[in-house]
Structure formats: structure tokens, C-alpha cells
């Protein structure tokens, strides 16, 4: 049951809890993508073009920028740390415009070879969604501490699934629905559902906020699912990449 009036936003275990997440979160990503450079180097194409070197800059400098947040929230710098954040104003535009630019490039490179999944840009729209939103609506409610903290840790946790499905699940050829949830949707679920467990385990309670995030990931990782084995949706990213 959610209480506004009584849910603390401190708890002295908040610092330590939040700093493994961030170590997981990382974890995710260094081993995905780690696993991806190292067996795509042995097969000589580790080359990608700008528009990707620009995206993953951005999105490396986003989990560098949430981890010197987490950090200053930590050693209770926090002038220093509403300073950074007015980074993040200029770095999340670029995030989304680049994340959207390098879906549509790689699929327009890879269409008609065996790299080709068009049916897979439903995931990376997903994944732009789910932080768009969750990073907007946090920083918009920056003051309230409880829903800000919450909200930008969905978000980057939103950005792990990359790393997860790299180390999961290299080629991405998926069979089945429950197969395709399990790797692109039950790793981000987990590290999701494991602040609910936290938050109950020390406040005995969910914020409002942290439970509708939750719902809002599990009704747009469903369309995602849905998208994937679409043939309509198939057709229709033919077309956005002019393929047709």
C-alpha cells in the first residue's frame, strides 16, 4: 500500500543498496558488450560507422554521468550533484536522436545479410521509450527525492537490455515468445523488481511512482514482444528503411 505521507526517503542502507545496483548495472553492460568486441574481433569486424561511435559515446557518457550522481548522493555532495545534472539536459536529447539514427542505419546496412533482423528494431524503440519517459518525469520531479531516485535508475536500468541480450544471447534469433522475453525482457524485470523487494524490505511499503514504472515496463515490453513475431511490423520497418 502506498502512503506519500510516510514513505521515508532516507534509509541508511539507501547508499549501499543503490551503489550495487550501479555495480550491476555496469556489470551487464561491461560484460555484453565485452563479449560482443571480443568474438566480433575475432572475426575482423569490430569497424562501425560514426553515427554508432557517436551513440555509444553518448550512452557511455550517461552511465558515467548516473554513476558520479550516485557517488555524490553517497559523500552527500548534492550542490555538486544538481550541478551535473544539468548536463543530462543536453546529453538525453542526443542520446535519443542518436540511439534512433544508429537503429535505422545498422538495419538499413545489415538488410539482406545474415546480421539482418528488422523484427529486433521493436527493442531498441522500447528501450528509447522506456527511458525517455522514465528519465523525463524523473528529472521533471527532481525535488520530490523519492519518485527522482526511483525514475533514473528505471531508466538506466532500461538501457541494460543491450548488455544483457549480448552475453545471453549472442546471434538474437528467436523462436519463440517466451524464449524472446526471456532474455530481452526477464534480466531488466529482475533488477527492476529487486528495488520493490528493497523498498518492502525497509519501508514496508512501494512508492506510487516505482509500481507505475513497473506496470509501464511490463505494457510496453508486451507490445515489444508482440512487435517481434509481427509480420505487419516486419513489413512496416521495410518501409521505414526503404527496402520495399
Known amino acids: 500500500m502506498y502512503h506519500p505521507k510516510t514513505f521515508a526517503p532516507y534509509h541508511p542502507s ?41 551513440h555509444a559515446a553518448a550512452f557511455t557518457g550517461w552511465l558515467v554521468l548516473f554513476t558520479a550522481q550516485i557517488l555524490l548522493v553517497r559523500t552527500k555532495n548534492l550542490a555538486l550533484h544538481k550541478k551535473l545534472g544539468l548536463i543530462s539536459l543536453g546529453l538525453i536529447p542526443l542520446m535519443i536522436i542518436f540511439g534512433l539514427l544508429a537503429a535505422y542505419m545498422v538495419a538499413k546496412r545489415d538488410y539482406g545479410t545474415p546480421n539482418s533482423d528488422l523484427h529486433f528494431i521493436c527493442v531498441q524503440f522500447s528501450n528509447l521509450l522506456l527511458f525517455s519517459c522514465f528519465v523525463g518525469v524523473g528529472l521533471y520531479l527532481r525535488k ?22 549480448r552475453f545471453i544471447y549472442r546471434d538474437g534469433d528467436f523462436s519463440t515468445a517466451t524464449g524472446f522475453w526471456l532474455v530481452e525482457v526477464l534480466p531488466q524485470l529482475l533488477l527492476m523488481l529487486a528495488i520493490g523487494v528493497y523498498d518492502f524490505a525497509t519501508r514496508k511499503q512501494l512508492s506510487k511512482a516505482y ?34
Open 14 to 54: 539507501d547508499k549501499n543498496f543503490f551503489l550495487l545496483m550501479l555495480i550491476l548495472i555496469w556489470a551487464a553492460i561491461a560484460t555484453g558488450f565485452g563479449n560482443d568486441m571480443y568474438k566480433l574481433s575475432l572475426l575482423d569486424k569490430l569497424h562501425f560507422t560514426l553515427i554508432v561511435h557517436i
Open 144 to 165: 520530490n527525492y523519492v519518485v527522482h531516485k526511483r525514475l533514473m535508475l528505471l531508466a538506466t536500468i532500461a538501457l541494460t537490455e543491450p548488455g544483457f541480450s
Open 211 to 244: 509500481i507505475l514504472g513497473v506496470l509501464f515496463f511490463l505494457v510496453v515490453t508486451s507490445i515489444e514482444v508482440f512487435l517481434y513475431f509481427n509480420d505487419n511490423w516486419f513489413r512496416l520497418m521495410k518501409h521505414m528503411i526503404g527496402v520495399v
